[in-house]
């Protein structure tokens, strides 16, 4: 006989609801008929499903099992009214696509968090914070220092890969989660970030060029430590009141960290440009190459130094997000192991591997955390620890 999972009818209906489920669309999936799960959410039911059914529900729903063993509903995550979207583009709701992707980095969190809890660990705590009064130059530095980014390494950076996986791990490794949502377009929201401690969390688009992809991660550190996260959006208008406000200073902390004011004014580029306000694409160029980041990211820094003007920055602008949509997607993509490192990150990557190695979860959670099957495990274990442990595979 089937063992009943002895769980709450209310954590059923919540976890369904949360995840934005009819509950026609969540028992299609178990799969169930409607009233079956309809009886499992009413509280004057003694009906229950099995423990295989708790686990498909908490797949179904991207949460812990453990979650529906609590005394009561978690507080509902909020929907996040802003984003860090292209120029000009505005919706007023988030697609399907755009939920999945808050669910699941939340649902990650949880499952870091329960991992480092088995373990016996302590998370790495962010806690740097700072206040709109604080000059964004300054709280720059901070961030630069306390992610341990030197100049000489930026300057390493031949290419835009290996600067966006030195900036990530640097942010993983002082305790922010930093995932990749690959479901969503580019045009709906370029990053967000979950501001709760310890563990907060930043996801930013496979979608966008690589270097855009730093500059959006940068943002959204600059608002962990404004502990003011959310979707958000690179528009600067300061008509827009508390939220204007930070989405501007979030971008000019973000501009500051990767192109410090001093390194920028004393590059020979500069040097030697003089005073008309154009600068010749090669000059934008060698600097964006130099600093690692986007042309915009460098054109945005001259302005905001006096060294160009808005209509030719505002041009820039316009042209650089043309070609991004005219550019051809390249062929092919990234192995299984590397995509699935990709997209959850090299410290929720080693917390699931840890967690099986000493037996706290099992293969099949492994699987289910990391999205992929368990035959690319130790190819896995080759991209995240350089080596590869027994598996136990066939």
């Known amino acids: 006989m089937p063992v009943r999972a002895i769980v709450k009818s209310e954590l059923l209906r919540w976890a369904r609801e949360d995840a934005g489920l009819l509950p026609a669309e969540a028992a299609k999936r178990v799969p169930v008929k409607v009233d079956a799960l309809l009886a499992w959410e009413d509280e004057a039911s003694d009906k229950r499903p099995t423990v295989k059914q708790l686990r498909k529900l908490a797949n179904i729903y991207k949460r812990p099992l453990a979650v529906f063993y609590l005394s009561e509903p978690p507080k509902s995550f909020q929907a996040m009214h802003d984003y860090r979207r292209l120029p000009g583009d505005w919706m007023q709701q988030e697609s399907p696509d755009l939920r999945l992707e808050i669910r699941r980095a939340r649902y990650r969190r949880e499952v870091a968090l329960a991992l480092y809890a088995a373990l016996g660990d302590e998370p790495p705590r962010f806690d740097l914070a700072t206040s709109l009064d604080t000059e964004a130059e300054e709280t720059a530095t901070s961030i630069r220092r306390v992610l341990g980014i030197t100049w000489d390494q930026q300057t390493s950076w031949r290419q835009p890969y290996p600067a966006l996986h030195a900036w990530r791990g640097a942010a993983e490794s002082v305790g922010i989660l930093v995932f990749q949502m690959s479901g969503v377009e580019v045009e709906e929201a370029r990053g967000f970030s979950i501001g ?3 563990l907060p969390v930043i996801a930013v688009n496979a979608k966008d060029a690589p270097r855009a992809r730093i500059f959006s991660m940068l943002h959204e550190i600059a608002h962990l430590t404004l502990r003011s996260a959310g979707l958000c959006n690179l528009q600067e208008d300061p008509s827009d009141s508390r939220d204007g406000a930070v989405e501007i200073y979030c971008n000019r902390v973000a501009g500051a960290a990767l192109v410090p004011a001093e390194r920028l004014l004393a590059t020979d580029v500069v040097r030697s440009h003089g005073e008309p306000p154009t600068w010749d694409e090669n000059e934008i160029r060698s600097l964006s190459n ?6 915009e990211v460098l054109v945005r820094r ?6 160009t003007n808005e209509s030719f920055y505002l041009a820039k602008r316009q042209q650089y997000a ?3 949509f005219a550019r051809s997607k390249p062929a092919g993509g990234p192995t299984v192991p590397v995509r699935a490192v990709s997209q959850v990150g090299k410290l929720f990557t080693r917390l699931v591997l840890d967690g099986y190695h000493q037996e706290k979860i099992t293969s099949s959670d492994v699987s289910e955390y990391l999205g992929v099957r368990l035959k690319h495990m130790p190819k896995i ?3 995240v620890l350089g080596r590869n442990r027994e598996f136990g595979l066939a």
């Open 196 to 198: 709760e401690h310890p």
């Open 302 to 307: 001259l302005l905001l130094l006096d060294l």
């Open 322 to 324: 043309a070609e991004f």
């Open 381 to 383: 274990e080759l991209e």
């Open 290 to 295: 130099l600093f690692s980041v986007s042309r």
